[in-house]
């Protein structure tokens, strides 16, 4: 049941839609799980199958202990086949390996259930090898694709299974999940409001040029707090030259916008009153931000910002 509980803390919606699918026998043969990385899609899809192989169900929900919840868990149930990908994808052999393994072993009586993980990687033959089965699937038969790009999965493929739609992880749950792949806390927590993506949280923080960054927005907000002009020769010696395209321009005010909010909760904890200096900082990159996207030049943006904050 705890497994239970941790999927309904990820993903509510998504484990009662399932649950109730289950509770009223209305089962599709074919689900698509559709989400970012890291937020349960392969965990949902082997408590999924849980549910079809549990002897001794708990409230209607997989007991975790019995031989074939036990087994599922470890991967070793002859009945529940999982896909990935061969290397870069997902090959035809693979799909037709699964169809004959299907066939001999007399599926029409026994349950089966095959999961196909990364289902964007499977190439056109793989994918159309896969479409004859959905077309006219076996009896007892249920297949669950996962993937975190809807977009590249054939619209045949697509119209033929129930599409499942996968929440974004809490900013909590990413963070506290990040901090599981060792990234340390301050930064896991900086990432975690900069993206709701797992995947594009693990991505930014492999990447050299994020930490050139955040060091260079906390210099900048050093010297905003103390009204430090340096702030404005900064813009132009460091920002400007470590910001180049927009879309690290715009990285920049989020991240400023970030270190604002943090200092502000900061003194509110330490029940100072007093929080108008933030509140006007926050406002002023917010509005900066905006700016931005009207196409106004970064530089110019950032110059305003300081000199409306050091010389407010
Ligand atoms: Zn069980």
């Known amino acids: 049941m705890e497994e239970a509980q941790k999927l309904q803390t990820i993903q509510p919606i998504v484990f009662r839609q399932l649950q109730n699918s289950f509770e009223h026998g ?166 975690a409001n900069l993206t709701n993506s797992y995947g594009k949280a693990v991505e930014i923080s492999k990447d050299e040029w994020f930490n050139e960054a955040r060091d260079a927005v906390i210099q900048w907000f050093n010297y905003l707090e103390k009204n430090d002009p340096q702030a404005f020769i ?8 470590t910001f180049k395209d927009k879309t690290q321009q715009q990285f920049a005010f989020e991240m400023l916008a970030y270190f604002v909010k943090e200092k502000r909760d900061q003194v509110m904890k330490q029940n100072q009153t007093d929080l108008k200096t933030y509140n006007y900082l926050l406002e002023e990159v917010l509005s900066a931000s905006q700016k931005l996207e009207a196409n106004v030049s970064f530089q110019n943006i950032a110059e305003q910002v300081t000199l409306r904050i050091v010389f407010a």
């Open 26 to 191: 209305r089962l599709a043969h074919a689900y698509l799980f559709e989400g970012d990385q890291g937020t349960g899609k392969a965990e949902l899809a082997l408590w999924f199958a849980k549910h079809l192989f549990c002897l001794d169900l708990q409230k209607g929900m997989p007991c975790e202990k019995c031989n074939n919840c036990l087994r599922i868990t470890s991967k070793d149930h002859p009945d529940v086949v999982e896909i990935e990908p061969d290397g870069q994808s997902i090959k035809v052999d693979q799909i037709r390996a699964l169809q004959s393994e299907l066939t001999k072993s007399g599926f029409e009586s026994a349950k089966k259930v095959v999961i196909i993980h990364q289902a964007e990687k499977m190439n056109l033959n793989s994918a159309n090898s896969l479409l004859k089965f959905l077309e006219e699937p076996p009896a007892n038969f249920m297949i669950i694709l996962e993937t975190q790009s809807l977009g590249k999965i054939l619209p045949t493929i697509r119209s033929r299974c129930q599409i499942i739609h996968f929440q974004a992880l809490s900013t909590e749950r990413l963070q506290s999940r990040l901090e599981s792949e060792q990234i340390p806390a301050k930064t896991a927590k900086l990432l």
């Open 234 to 241: 900064y813009v132009q010696k460091k920002l400007v030259k």
